[in-house]
């Protein structure tokens, strides 16, 4: 429950991303900003928190052991996570992208045969691969349905090319955040704390940031401050704030895939702090009757999912 609980959290603060991504696009920023501007704006964040903690020596040292490991995978849990999604900004309007973003519920549950979880019985802990959890990906499914109704009648309105290049990417970012993410964790085995980890993987997809940064300037000119300010809270709030706690969720159930699925469900909320923001921020339309059971579904999506990924696996051997 203590990871549901962090998760919410973070959902919460991962919801600004695309409330001020929504308001940069509406003013004419360009989603290179949004994306290289963010990443930037956390090195000196995170590094001052590190160093304060007096981690930041092991942290290199970890990263010197397996530099390309922690480059490419860190290159997929936030270049091809946050690019994507920030580039779809530029063709989607915020809610939707909230919406389509919730894919990636089901996305963390399929990738978990790519992994191994620990098994503890009577002979010591063993180590097997994951199994897709069907019990909880049939949760997620009603959680997604509840998402479907919250946004149909606003992507009834939208042009064919609008939905490709709105969805598309964000269906990339979907598989990349959670294997990424998945994957330094597998690297770090618990050496890390949140903290660390995310700096580290700030640091290693750094070069892909500063190419993108560089290629803004060469074809769209300095970033205004309107949206650099922006970019700045961006960084703080879901880059800092947001990132570090949903690596310590996932932390928490990093052995167990059930579980661990039920803490990405816990994003789906951001839908709900989205569309809040928008109405407060940027004032939307208020949500219709048909959207308002979709929250109820979400709702209910994630208590039972909750519920089911609680119940524990029992072991034979």
Not at 110 to 121: N, R, S, Y
Request: charged residues 10%; proline residues 4%.
């Amino acid at each position: 429950m203590q990871a549901i609980l962090i998760g919410i959290c973070a959902a919460l603060f991962f919801a600004f991303t695309f409330v001020l991504n929504a308001s940069m696009e509406l003013s004419g920023g360009s989603w290179i900003w949004s994306a290289s501007l963010r990443y930037i704006f956390m090195v000196p964040f995170l590094l001052g928190i590190v160093l304060i903690r007096k981690n930041l020596r092991p942290l290199l040292i970890e990263m010197k052991r397996q530099p390309v490991i922690w480059c490419f995978w860190s290159l997929v849990g936030f270049g091809l996570f946050y690019a994507p999604l920030c580039f779809a900004a530029a063709y989607s309007p915020g809610w939707l992208i909230a919406g389509t973003w919730q894919i990636t519920i089901i996305s963390g549950s399929l990738l978990a045969p790519l992994f191994f979880e620990t098994i503890h019985t009577n002979n010591g802990p063993i180590q097997i691969r994951g199994r897709i959890p069907f019990k909880g990906l049939i949760m997620s499914s009603v959680i997604l349905l509840g998402i479907v109704l919250m946004q149909m009648e606003h992507a009834q309105r939208l042009s064919l090319k609008i939905l490709l290049l709105g969805i598309i990417p964000v269906l990339i970012a979907s598989f990349a955040y959670p294997l990424g993410n998945r994957k330094m964790m597998a690297v770090c085995d618990g050496r890390l704390d949140a903290y660390q980890r995310v700096l580290g993987m700030t640091l290693a997809s750094l070069p892909f940031w500063l190419l993108l940064f560089i290629y803004g300037l060469l074809t769209e000119g300095l970033p205004s401050k309107g949206q650099s300010f922006q970019a700045l809270i961006v960084a703080i709030s879901s880059g800092v704030i947001a990132t570090v706690l949903f690596f310590q969720a996932t932390d928490l159930v990093r052995n167990n895939m059930k579980k661990l699925a039920a803490v990405e469900a816990t994003q789906s909320m951001e839908v709900l702090f989205a569309l809040a923001g928008e109405v407060l921020i940027l004032s939307i339309a208020i949500p219709s009757t048909v959207a308002w059971i979709g929250i109820v579904f979400v709702i209910v999506g994630m208590i039972m999912h909750s519920f089911v990924s609680s119940l524990k696996r029992e072991s034979h051997i």
